[in-house]
């Protein structure tokens, strides 16, 4: 009977991984948590190529609206959906940026500011600075007792060269229209030998995990996060934008690429996460 069941599983796998792998092409891997700001407004009347995701990367002003939208339910619903691990991850962040002693911390992309607050209190020396395109999420960010907030985008950041010691960005770069253009932002604002945090979310490894992860980011996670916060549109390309995004030595090089050096990668819960950190050169 155990090996029945063992044997479905697999066959389930599979069955999924060829599925999601059929509906949304070849897997790069690794993503403000648990969230997508790439919602699909309909067919394209202009025969373009561009994928929904494209689309809505380079129109900031959908993408601010619906984090405008979510702000209030944000934390709220992030803690539910990834069953509270979402703490144990700040939690391993803060621990890495701990050694590095930083007098100044800008976080990117900051939403409600989760992990800037973690920061501020693992590092109490520190200035913690949280910078975000969208308002009401700063406001919410305000009410948590950050209270040096910028109103910012994470491509254009209105900060002199060479002023912080560690940039972080916690499930913001995913968003950016240009990763690259999003990480030589933040390699221009650190002083030389800085320090960079990313986490973010990735595609786990394992032959029997992944496929189903993969099920469950395009199919479950959805529907659940719409009856949360009547946006299902928000989360329902959250797995396309996983898909697409690098991971392990990808996202190794691509910071690499970008002014930094020593890039090294931290797969946390099976991989379904990952914390990548560099210096800049």
Same mark, same amino acid.
């Given at each position: ?11 389930? *796998? ?40 494209? @689309?809505?990367?380079? %129109?900031?002003?959908?993408? +601010?609206? &619906? ?7 944000? !934390?709220?619903? #992030? ?15 803060? #621990?890495? @940026? /701990?050694?590095? #002693? ?12 989760? &992990?800037?607050? *973690? ?37 254009? &950041? ?22 690259? !253009? ?7 604002? =650190?002083?030389?030998?800085?320090? =960079? ?12 995990? /992944? ?12 529907? @659940? *996060? ?11 390309? &959250?797995?396309?934008?996983?898909? !697409? ?6 996202? %190794? ?21 990952? @914390?990548?950190?560099?210096? +800049?050169?």
């Amino acid at each position: 009977m155990g090996k029945d069941k063992f044997t479905t599983l697999a066959h389930v *796998a599979k069955l999924a991984d060829a599925y999601v792998s059929e509906a949304y092409g070849e897997t790069h891997g690794g993503s403000i948590p648990l969230v997508s700001t790439f919602s699909f407004q309909g067919p394209s009347n202009d025969n373009s190529a561009d994928t929904p995701m494209e @689309i809505h990367k380079e %129109n900031p002003e959908l993408v +601010r609206g &619906l984090f405008s939208d979510i702000a209030g339910r944000y !934390q709220m619903v #992030n803690h539910l959906l990834s069953g509270g691990l979402d703490f144990y991850w700040r939690w391993v962040a803060v #621990n890495l @940026i /701990r050694p590095w #002693n930083p007098n100044t911390v800008l976080d990117v992309a900051t939403g409600t500011g989760d &992990l800037a607050m *973690a920061i501020r209190k693992a590092c109490p020396p520190a200035r913690v600075i949280g910078a975000d395109f969208c308002a009401p999420m700063l406001e919410v960010a305000r009410k948590n007792g950050l209270t040096e907030l910028v109103v910012a985008d994470g491509m254009m &950041l209105p900060f002199a060269d060479q002023n912080f010691d560690v940039v972080t960005a916690a499930f913001g770069l995913r968003n950016m229209a240009s990763w690259k !253009q999003g990480l030589s932002e933040m390699a221009r604002i =650190l002083k030389p030998g800085g320090h =960079l945090l990313i986490l973010d979310f990735s595609l786990p490894v394992l032959p029997i995990i /992944r496929p189903l992860y993969r099920f469950y980011l395009h199919h479950i996670l959805p529907h @659940i *996060a719409g009856l949360l916060t009547s946006r299902k549109d928000a989360y329902e390309y &959250l797995g396309i934008s996983i898909e !697409q995004f690098p991971s392990g030595k990808k996202m %190794n090089s691509l910071i690499e690429s970008c002014g930094f050096k020593n890039a090294k990668a931290y797969p946390l819960t099976l991989g379904t996460v990952s @914390i990548y950190t560099a210096e +800049r050169d």
